[in-house]
Nanobody
Framework: QVQLVESGGGLVQPGESLKLSCAAS????????MAWHRQAPGQEREFVAG???????EYADSVKGRFTISTDSTWNTVYLQMSSLKPGDTAVYFC?????????WGQGTQVTVSP
């Protein structure tokens, strides 16, 4: 089992940057893919960005070129660097770890982009 704890959310103005962190613990060797998802009020949870053990990354079209996902060398922490933030990026951001038929989720961190 894998435990995930997100941090780094907050209130920022449009155009500003924010970096989210997700600390992972537990059976990290089972993880083959980590991702960030987000859920805005009244909306379904949606994929934002993902990274594989190989280092390959993928992004939702809405954040491509503005967000960057990365991990440390031991996969203890996954980051989401967010730049040029827009009000439409306002949501609760969740970290997810995929491995051996199981998916683990963090509790989420709120990101609010407002003038």
């Amino acid at each position: 089992q894998v435990q995930l704890v997100e941090s780094g959310g907050g209130l920022v103005q449009p155009g500003e940057s924010l970096k989210l962190s997700c600390a992972a613990s537990g059976r990290l060797f089972t993880i083959y893919y980590m991702a960030w998802h987000r859920q805005a009020p009244g909306q379904e949870r949606e994929f934002v960005a993902g990274v594989r053990r190989s280092g390959a990354t993928e992004y939702a079209d809405s954040v491509k070129g503005r967000f960057t996902i990365s991990t440390d060398s031991t996969w203890n922490t996954v980051y989401l660097q967010m730049s040029s933030l827009k009000p439409g990026d306002t949501a609760v951001y969740f970290c997810a770890a995929f491995g051996n038929g199981a998916t683990s989720w963090g509790q989420g961190t709120q990101v609010t982009v407002s003038p």
